[in-house]
């Protein structure tokens, strides 16, 4: 049986669609400004993770730091 060639694995750039491949420096990216503009879109709220948090740990230090202001502001 002949060995198959390993081709290199490509991928589309998310945020502007150029072949990347795996290999590459910015990987999964084509450059550091595509990089730089997934990073301000998660900055900006423009990505959100939509599964629920499970772990009772993180849902235990999530309601600490909400529950330290306790509602009340007072000026």
Do not use: Q
Not at 36 to 48: F, H, N, R, S
């Amino acid at each position: 049986m002949a060995a198959k060639k390993k081709s290199a694995k490509l991928l589309h750039c998310p945020t502007c669609g150029m072949l990347v491949r795996f290999n590459d420096e910015d990987f999964p990216f084509c450059s550091d400004r595509c990089r730089k503009i997934d990073l301000g879109k998660w900055a900006m709220g423009v990505y959100k993770i939509s599964s629920p948090i499970l772990d009772p740990e993180v849902l235990e230090d999530l309601g600490a730091l909400g529950g330290s202001h306790g509602g009340d502001y007072e000026n």
